[in-house]
DNA sequence: TTGCGATCCATTTTT
DNA sequence: TGGATCGCAA
């Protein structure tokens, strides 16, 4: 029984008998164990699992809060629990209750979708403020934005805009001419929307949330239905997502975890005061903590505990280190940028045959999914199996994006987006034919008549797959996986020209996925709605695979879960490992050059290097280039606030999270790469930033 | 009108 | 590094 395995103070929090309750849980507490014991528990007490909804921030998060809830239970007796994101569980709740929401048919339309739209709108206007370009991208950032945060276009865009751009010369009137022009963009979006039957992400949140602050009926259907609401990450959650729990406090028990030092998603609205608001947002709340770290030994947390302790935030933490002594962390030193990654491969395969770990020991960590591109490619060649966790989803390649669209006009005839990728899909078809065959497609009344006219009206090479690929869709529309493979089978031949450098090493292979994934449906629109909200990225591990299998040497790996993890910090919260890499934890990335404008997100860049120095158990080991004048820079170790002899070494190296580290804290080391620059290059020198920071 | 090749450019994080 | 954009040939 998993709560034997607790102590006294997660005890105390998965027993919990009062209605709402927040617990204030540091890294490595045993925060997932709690709510996992906090499900089993009320199970066991007698609540339906049927009425706890267990909400986390990635589809991989909840899959595993559930599955561990159902292994600590007699086998069924959590069947019927639930775990999902925010917004697979709002879009659960569309797709349930379409007359509760006034939602019957709708297509889900993700971000690139949403630039796609804005794209169309924009048209060849070019915006510009105060010489900054406002892409379509911004705008539907600058959008997205205000709504997650409820907050008004004019104080979004003096956010987004004026503040994070540093625009000290922008006025008054700049202002509200902006506002003006942006409004009417943001209009012509949303009636597209409508006209479209189009929900972004956003939508799927806010149209529940609405619904259940107006409608108390509503409200109380759901609510009975979901006694036992438990919030993941709690300190993640925007005034969007708040909006959408708050109604339920009522009548349904809140009951949220979460640690305001790991809050690291304000740039999609997030703002860790929620937890600090808890109580006074939710009368008769409780509070309790958890402090006893039991992941990390002691020179880990040290070093974890130091880093967030420079912060001017009172972050009111003292994480309890319960493993005792073990290694220092070590600091690597490299010499170029990505020089680090042969070593790092040298160290995990040296850590296999020495040492006698496993590949699944380590857990490599970035910033950046960009950043871990070469890394992949080292692996690859070092024949090391691993997985990619984070960075760009399955869903999100263009291949599949293509098949998808030939799905979603079969599913909604009015798409235009999709109309639009299909077409141009096909060789001969481009933009202004596309569009030209849209106007007719649209004004049609179903999508048989659609096919029909493809079909007397598509003069090509490919005459007949244009229509024929539809039609074979439709008529297997209720099974979604035969859709999939009849539409490939006709896609096929054009696949192959127009990705001929990769397509059978790297994309033809994921279509077998995608089937896989379509068969559980027997509805298009439900499997277009479910891997448009969770991009499915986490399940595919699509390149890694097939690494593993071209190398004879490593079949007997082929025991699934053992590889190397990979991931952005972003996405590795809940992970935690025995070895664990975090690269380029040099200056200009923590804090990152951008972020350097602004207090909030300087301190955030803080504790993204604390979640990332978290996740590591036994070893953490952390890289760094320190640039072009490396030799030098090596011997600078800048104490806060003093002043370097040399203008642009110090201005580099200011504000970087690093400095003044004690030098007992780490172990120091310096490799030389034989892949490093030859000392004669002129390296770009992009030292001359401004980092007019203003701390108090 | 489409599609390709050359050139430039900027480069966080995610549902 | 790749993506977006632009110009040019078919």
């Known amino acids: 029984m998993i709560l034997d395995e607790l102590n006294e103070s997660q005890r105390k929090a998965a027993v919990y008998e009062g209605k709402h309750l927040l617990v204030l849980a540091g890294a490595g507490t045993g925060k997932t164990k709690t709510i996992i014991a906090r499900a089993v528990y009320l199970i066991s007490k007698g609540v339906s699992p049927s009425q706890i909804q267990i909400l986390t921030f990635t589809r991989k998060a909840a899959g ?45 339309i993700d971000e690139e979708d949403q630039v796609a739209i804005m794209k169309t709108i924009c048209g060849k206007n ?30 979004t865009i003096q956010k987004k805009v004026v503040e994070d751009h540093r625009l000290l010369t922008s006025t008054k009137e700049g202002l509200v001419n902006l506002k003006n022009k942006l409004e009417v963009f943001f209009r012509q979006y949303e009636e597209k929307k409508k006209e479209r039957k189009y929900l972004d992400y956003d939508d799927i949140i806010k149209i529940v949330a609405v619904r259940f602050r107006s409608d108390n009926k509503v409200k109380s259907i759901i609510s009975g239905h979901y006694k036992h609401i438990l919030v993941d990450e709690f300190q993640d959650t925007n005034p969007l997502q708040w909006e959408l729990l708050s109604p339920l406090k009522d009548s349904s028990s809140l009951y949220c975890v979460g640690d305001d030092a790991q809050s690291i998603y304000s740039f999609r609205g997030a703002d860790f005061n929620n937890i600090h608001k808890f109580s006074l947002n939710v009368p008769g709340a409780e509070i309790f903590k958890l402090e006893d770290n039991y992941r990390s030994t002691q020179e880990i947390l040290n070093l974890a505990n130091w880093v967030l302790n420079k912060s001017p935030l009172n972050y009111d933490k003292t994480l309890i280190g319960v493993r005792g002594i073990g290694t220092k962390p070590r600091l690597i030193n490299v010499e170029s940028n990505w020089s680090e990654f042969y070593w790092i491969a040298d160290q995990i395969i040296n850590n296999l045959t020495e040492r006698g770990k496993s590949y699944d020991d380590h857990l490599i960590l970035s910033r950046s999914g ?24 399955f869903m999100e390649a263009a291949h599949i994006r293509d098949l998808v669209s030939a799905l979603r006009v079969v599913n909604n005839k009015d798409d235009e987006i999709a109309w639009i990728r299909y077409l141009t899909f096909w060789e001969g078809i481009g933009n202004v034919k596309a569009t030209s065959l849209l106007m007719t497609l649209l004004n049609l009344s179903d999508i048989e008549g659609c096919i029909k006219y493809l079909y007397d009206n598509t003069r090509l090479q490919y005459t007949s797959s244009v229509s024929k690929t539809l039609e074979v869709i439709f008529d297997s529309r209720y099974q979604v996986d035969k859709a999939i493979e009849l539409a490939y089978d006709n896609l096929e031949k054009r696949f192959s020209e127009k990705y001929k450098n990769d397509w059978e090493t790297k994309r033809r292979p994921d279509f077998e996925v995608l089937e896989i994934l379509g068969s559980k449906y027997t509805a298009l629109g439900h499997f277009i709605a479910e891997c448009t909200i969770d991009s499915f990225s986490k399940y595919t591990a699509n390149d890694t695979n097939q690494n593993i299998k071209d190398s004879d040497v490593s079949k007997p790996i082929l025991d699934s879960n053992n590889l190397v993890t990979i991931s952005t910090i972003h996405s590795a919260k809940g992970l935690e490992s025995d070895i664990c890499y975090v690269v380029d934890v040099s200056p200009k990335v923590y804090p990152h050059h951008r972020s350097v404008t602004n207090f909030d997100r300087v301190e955030e860049d ?40 040399n203008d642009s070494l110090h201005l580099m190296m200011e504000g970087y999270f690093l400095n003044g580290l004690p030098e007992n804290l780490v172990d120091q080391e310096v490799i030389q790469s034989e892949t490093s620059l030859p000392n004669d290059v002129d390296e770009k020198n992009d030292l001359d930033i401004d980092y007019g920071m203003d701390f108090t």
Do not use: M
């Open 64 to 108: 595993e809060i559930v599955s561990r809830v159902k292994a600590s239970l007699p086998p069924n007796q959590a069947n019927t629990i639930g775990g999902s994101t925010f917004h697979s569980w709002c879009n659960q709740l569309l797709t349930n209750f379409p007359n509760l929401f006034g939602t019957s048919s709708f297509t889900v």
């Open 126 to 155: 070019k915006i510009e403020y105060e010489s900054i370009r406002i892409s379509p991208q911004d705008l539907i950032d600058i959008y997205s934005f205000a709504r997650n945060t409820n907050s008004n276009l004019t104080d």
């Open 370 to 393: 960009f950043y871990t591109k070469p890394l992949q490619a080292v692996f690859i060649e070092k024949k090391i199996p691993h997985r990619i966790i984070g960075g760009r989803g």
């Open 606 to 645: 803080r504790r993204l290097l604390y979640v990332a120095l978290t996740r590591a158990k036994n070893e953490l080991v952390l890289t760094r280039s320190l640039g072009f004048n490396y030799a030098e820079n090596l011997k600078l170790n800048i104490p806060d606030g003093s002043h370097s002899s």
